[in-house]
Every structure is written in C-alpha cells, then in structure tokens.
C-alpha cells in the first residue's frame, strides 16, 4: 500500500511513523509548499520524494492512501484532489470547515469508489476504547449524560507564533476562531452517547488569555434524543484537562485522556457513610492498577504517545485493503461538523481588531514611537514617557497584551519590526524613535528576523522620515565576556564577542543587529544613541533570571556559582530615565554607553533581599560553577552523538559567570546623569509590589503608575541630584 501524507508540520511525524507500522505500508512520499519542512522531513525520515503540491505526489508517485495533515482552511480543496485522483483519504480534525463542505466530500468520495476517514483519535484511545466496550455491553445502564472536557495551553505556537511578520497563525481566521481547531476532539467523544441532536446552547467568556480579551472559556449544551451533553472547551483553566465522564443508570465511567485511566463508579448498595470510603478505595485502586499497566505497556511499546492515532490510521488502512467500513463513519463524521455548524453562529467574542487606537488626550510634547512597547521595558518606558509630557505611539505585534497600555494617554499601533509594510505607517509624524523590541525566544529564523531584519527596516524608516533621534536598545551579551580577565572593568571600549554563535542565537543577533546600528552611526545620517543594559529587573518582571541559575517552581533555587558573584543589574525605572535622557540630550549622539546600576549587588544577597521573602519556604542551593561544567560537557558530548543542539554549553556558561565589572560612568559624565534609585531601593520596591500587587504603592515604586503631567524623579536616592 503506497501511502502518501500532506503536510510537514507537527502531527506529520507521528503519521509516518504509525503509517510505517503498518505490514506492507509504503511512504511513497511528502507535500509542503515549504520547502525548508520538506527538506527537514524527508531528511529525517529517510523518504526519498518530497513535493510542493498534492498534484505532483499524486502524479508522480501515485499513493493509494493521501494523509491531510494541514491547516483545516485546506482540507476541503486537498481532499477533493486527492479523491477525484482515485485516493483513499484520511483528514486531519475538523475534516472541513462546514457540513456543506463535508457531504460534498462525502459525495465525491462515494462516486469514485474511494474511502473518506475523519481523524477523531481519541475516540481509539485505549482508555476510551474500554469505555466505549462498556456502554456497549450494556453494564453502564442507559446514558443519561456525558461531561466533555477539553483544556489547552496558548502559550503554545499554534497561538503564539507568527508564519512571518505581520501575520496570524491561521487558528484566528477559522469560523470559530481559536476554538474551532480543537472542538471536534470534545465533541466526537461525546455526541455518540446522545443520539440525533435537538438543540444547541452555547455561552461564551473571556478571562484574559487571550489578546483583546476575546473569549477563552466555552460552554456548550447539546440536548440529544437520548441524553444531555455538557462541552467545555477552556483555555484558561489550569491544570489543563482533558477528560469525559459518561452518566449512565448503573455507573459512571470516568475516563482521562491525560493519564491514559479509565475509573468506573458503579452504583453501590452499601450504606452512604460506607460509600464514602468505598468510593475513594475503589477509585485509588483502579488508578493504581491502571497506572502500573499504563507503564508496563509503555516500557514493552504495546503503549504509545497518540494510541488512538494508531489504532485508526491501522483500522482505516485495513478498511482499505479488505473493503470494510472506515473506523469513523460518515453519519459520525458529519455528525461533528454539524454541531459545530450550530455552535460558530452563537460565538461572537471571537475576532480582533487591528485598527490604531487613538487616546482621546495625550501630552503635548514631541512625538516618540516606541517599538516593543507591550513588553517589560517597553510598557514602562511608555509609562514614564507619558508622564513627562511625551505624546507616544506604541508599536504592538497583533497577539500583543495591550491592556496595560490602553490605561494610558497613548496611541497604539499594530506592526512588527520584520516586516516593513506594516512598520512603515508608524513612523508617520515621528520626531524621535526608541527601537527596543526584540526577539527572545532562542528561535533562528524570527531572531533573524526581528532583531536584525527589524532592526535594519528601523534605521531606514528612521533615515527616511528624517527622525532627530533614534535610542536603540542593545544587550550587554555582545561583549567577548570569556575573553576578559576575572574582575575585568568593562568599558564600552572592551572587545565585543567573537563566538557569538557560541553564545547562542538571541546573542549571535543582537551583535548582528548592533554591528548595523554602528554602521548607520558611522555614516552619521541618522542620530543614534546605542544603550547597553545590563540585568533589567523590577516590578512585573522576572525575579529568578537565567543568569542567577535555574528554578523548580518557586520550591528549589539553585543559584550558579559562589554567592559572592556580582550580579550586572539595572533598576528599569532607571534605565527608562536614561533612556529618555537620551531623548532629550545631543550629547551622546552617534555614541555607546553602559547602562548598569553602580555598587553591584552580589547573588547572596539578591536571593537574601528578594527571593527568600518573597518565598520564605523555598529552599536555594548554590552549585559550584565546576560540577555544573562537568554536567554540560556531559549533556553537550550527548547532543553532538544525538546530532542535536545542547541545552547549555561550556562556553556560554563560562562567558555569562564571569567575575566582571560594567561600568556605567561614561554615560553619567557625558550627560551629567545620575540613577534615581540605588539597587537597594529598587529591591524594595519589587518586594513591596510583590508581597502586595493589589494595594496603592507610592509613584516611583509601581509598574503600573501613571503620571499624566510632567515631574522631575520622582524619589532621588540619597545624597545624588
């Protein structure tokens, strides 16, 4: 059986793998138009043909089985070529977009002779399936009703990363929006159990998951000829859970996708203070036993990640070869997709909105854009902006969290630093420009893109529309840390790294996009002031950062290296003021400075100031920086046998706990400036925000302080104007 799949994104590894399972089954081979997933896939697979588009795989190779594992948006076209081609087909959920496309599918499929199968996995799961053979044994009594419950994570990049600048993952243009990709898995476990289905009653809310607070909680109510059903689809609950409980006359069966269990309750004749342990008893025993079976069968195989999956790609290839009924039926498949038919129309929260968003007043000073402006720095400084008087535009990408924005006098505007079509029209009216967004997430392709692409596309814009000042927003990682002596001063002078693909992606960029700030400087056509920072902290920022060491939870701290280790950090309302100094200033133009906060503050007493009060339970471990090496080099002798990149290595290590000092006081001479708060005050003030982040806090200490009218600092340190 030659077997070929469409689609090489995440769920296509385990459709080769499951299909190459199957005795007999051929991988004749794979479709993207992307031709980068192509070539990874083929390679790591070991399948020789790889294609653009489903008419090549299917004339040139000729599969008697096409695998639809792509965007839900494609299927319907995909399928139909495949099956007007004479191919069997297996979709991916949802099967389509709406019923009408469906029964057309359906259709074309019956008139060609040829088998359509709708991917509902977890129907198959062994867990399911066991419930699935009591209900039919009739042990369960009448259905009465079935509970459907579906949680899942948005930190994932099926929310959260974008193809390329400017553009959504395709989970927000669907119907049902975010929620249409993951409803049939509810659904198909539970519409079987409630006969023809009457009527639909869905309510909808968000909790602040999502961006723009659109809905993140749905609840759903299917009235069946036979039984009630209750959906909820949640993205906002944690843990995330997964599971369905079906009501029966004799028992309830309990069934948890996550822990792969099946528990039953059945009805009890004992007395109900007896049931009251009976019940607890019962159930422990049946999740122990099922839990020690779940890991024999993982340990022999006969137990795998996506079970389910397995066992209807297998069914469904036997259906094929021996002419039997696919393992999802039409009236099922089809079942599904009506519902969801009736539940779309009743979603409303669902869309964004990309238009600018325009403040009613603003200040009256000179207009300053502001790239990266929902993150940690960004939404500060846009604070602080605001308060002096500034009018700013902040430039957010679509998937943004703005709501701490929208509180304040700003102009909002959507764009991404990598694409210049939609940066572009935010430089309109501009005078000054602070470029610091950035790509953190250690990702090749979008570094590249935000950070040196973005900052490329800034420069120009900035060049073109004639702004007076630009302020950028370096890293002190582009330093050649593990080139320098213990205890080196570290002026900007110092010799910028040489390794920096060593140092990992996110610092490799930030060279790079530095290296053309300092070329535009050089070329004197636009005035620049290069800031480099040290260690942001501050209130709503990260407490524990990598460079202390690692966490579990907020229960162990193991902190890297003597405690004595001097941490380079800057306060960020310090670190706002120098950037606004910068604005405000010709001094430094076409100049780099180090912005650290002087006196250093070792890691013991970070942890002894912070970290300990704020979780006065936890326990902090310090692991001497040579028994973490020797870990690394092991972890890093694993991946190169693996063929795989490692975690962490030596050389990074080494060049982030190097005993050096930053010294800040190139930018306090040239612009006569001095920070506002000692490292002393600001730790405070990140513990009284903590401890309390409901409770009014004094101005300089709140993150999310607004000062409408322009003041001077608001709280000097001791003894410095």
Excluded at 43 to 58: E, K, M, Y
Excluded at 385 to 394: D, I, K, T
Excluded at 493 to 504: I, K, M, S, T, V
């Amino acid at each position: 059986m030659k077997i070929g799949i469409v689609g090489c994104g995440l769920n296509c590894d385990y459709h080769v793998s499951f299909s190459r399972e199957y005795p007999g089954a051929e991988i004749v081979g794979l479709v993207d138009k992307d031709e980068s997933k192509i070539d990874r896939c083929t390679q790591r697979f070991g399948i020789g043909r790889g294609f653009a588009a489903i008419r090549d795989l299917i004339g040139e190779a000729g599969p008697d089985v096409t695998h639809i594992v792509t965007p839900p948006h494609t299927h319907f076209d995909l399928a139909s070529q495949a099956i007007e081609a004479g191919c069997h087909v297996l979709v991916e959920k949802p099967m389509c977009l709406s019923l009408s496309e469906g029964e057309q599918l359906f259709s074309l499929a019956e008139s060609r002779g040829v088998k359509l199968c709708a991917m509902h996995n977890h129907f198959f799961d062994p867990c399911m399936l066991r419930a699935r053979e009591i209900v039919e044994s009739g042990r369960l009594g009448r259905v009465v009703g079935v509970e459907s419950h579906y949680g899942l994570n948005t930190r994932i990049d099926a929310f959260r990363r974008y193809p390329k600048p400017g553009v959504l993952p395709w989970l927000y243009g669907l119907p049902g929006g975010v929620f249409h990709d993951f409803m049939p898995h509810p659904l198909y476990v539970m519409l079987p159990y409630l006969g023809r289905v009457e009527d639909v009653l869905v309510t909808e809310k968000s909790m602040g998951e999502l961006p723009q607070g659109i809905s993140d909680e749905l609840r759903v109510l299917v009235k069946g000829r036979d039984a009630l059903g209750t959906l909820t689809l949640s993205f906002a609950a944690k843990p995330h859970h997964h599971f369905v409980k079906i009501y029966g006359t004799k028992m309830m069966v309990h069934v948890n996708f996550d822990t792969m269990t099946t528990v039953l309750h059945p009805v009890s004749s004992l007395p109900k203070a007896a049931q009251k342990a009976t019940y607890n008893l019962g159930e422990a025993w049946q999740l122990g036993a099922g839990t020690l079976k779940n890991v024999r069968d993982f340990g022999t195989g006969r137990l795998r990640p996506y079970q389910g999956m397995k066992t209807l790609i297998h069914r469904f290839y036997e259906a094929v070869e021996t002419g039997g009924e696919p393992p999802v039926s039409k009236d099922e498949a089809l079942g599904v997709l009506e519902v969801m038919d009736r539940i779309w129309p009743q979603v409303k929260n669902t869309r964004l909105s990309f238009e600018p968003i325009v403040p009613r007043e603003s200040g009256e000073g000179p207009m300053v854009l502001v790239t990266g402006a929902s993150g940690f720095l960004g939404s500060r400084l846009v604070e602080m902006l605001c308060g002096r008087g500034y009018r700013v535009r902040a430039l957010v990408r679509k998937l943004s969290n703005i709501e701490r924005l929208k509180r304040l006098p700003v102009e909002i505007t959507y764009g991404d630093v990598g694409g210049l079509e939609t940066l572009q029209p935010a430089f309109d009216g501009v005078e000054y420009v602070v470029h610091a967004a950035a790509d953190t997430a250690g990702r090749e392709e979008e570094s590249e893109t935000a950070n040196v692409q973005g900052t490329r596309n800034v420069i120009d814009l900035c060049r073109g529309h004639g702004v007076k000042r630009l302020v950028y927003i370096s890293s002190c990682s582009v330093y050649g840390t593990a080139d320098y002596a213990e205890n080196q001063v570290v002026t900007e002078d110092a010799g910028l790294e040489r390794f920096p693909e060593q140092r990992g992606i996110y610092s490799l960029a930030k060279l790079r996009a530095e290296n053309l700030v300092r070329e535009a400087m050089r070329q004197a056509e636009v005035p620049i002031v290069c800031l480099r920072p040290g260690t942001i902290f501050g209130p709503g920022g990260e407490i524990f950062t990598p460079m202390m060491g690692f966490s579990l939870g907020n229960r162990v701290f193991a902190v890297i290296g003597p405690g004595d280790f001097v941490l380079p950090l800057v306060y960020i309302d310090n670190l706002c003021d120098a950037v606004i100094t910068s604005i405000e200033s010709d001094r430094g133009d076409y100049d780099v400075f180090n912005v650290v906060d002087p006196g250093g503050v070792t890691k013991r007493e970070y942890m002894d100031a912070l970290v300990r009060k704020l979780y006065p339970g936890a326990r902090v471990v310090y692991i001497p920086r040579s028994m973490l090496g020797g870990v690394v080099r092991l972890q890093e002798r694993l991946a190169a046998a693996l063929k795989i990149k490692p975690f962490l290595t030596g050389y990074r290590l080494e060049s982030s706990q190097k005993r050096i000092v930053y010294d800040s006081s190139k930018f306090e001479r040239v612009y006569g400036w001095k920070p506002t708060f000692t490292l002393a005050e600001g730790m405070e003030i990140v513990l009284n925000r903590e401890e309390a982040p409901d409770r009014a806090v004094e101005t300089g200490a709140a993150v999310q302080d607004i000062r409408l009218e322009p003041v001077e600092p608001a709280r000097p340190a001791s003894g410095r104007g």
